[in-house]
């Protein structure tokens, strides 16, 4: 992903979730998204079994400018 493209809250959201728990749960749960998150190289895993990649812990940790106002 571009250094310049930025991760939706939505995004960000299902890779917490993932982070914790190690699938999606409840209304993130979203082919699409999951689709799109493998193909970008930040999940690896099962369905049942989901895992962040380095790419993805660190996309999560840097966060996103989506998010920062909710900091404030």
């Given at each position: ?8 809250r939505y995004?960000?959201m299902?890779l917490?979730?993932i ?8 209304k993130?749960?979203d082919?699409a998204?999951?689709?799109r998150l493998f193909?970008?190289?930040?999940v690896a895993?099962?369905?049942g079994d989901?895992?962040l ?5 660190s996309?999560l940790?840097r966060?996103?400018?989506?998010l920062?106002?909710m900091?404030?």
């Amino acid at each position: 992903m571009p250094a310049e493209e930025e991760l939706s809250r939505y995004e960000l959201m299902a890779l917490k979730e993932i982070a914790m728990t190690g699938k999606l749960t409840g209304k993130s749960t979203d082919a699409a998204l999951l689709l799109r998150l493998f193909a970008q190289g930040s999940v690896a895993g099962d369905i049942g079994d989901l895992q962040l990649t380095g790419k993805g812990r660190s996309l999560l940790v840097r966060g996103s400018p989506a998010l920062w106002d909710m900091a404030a």
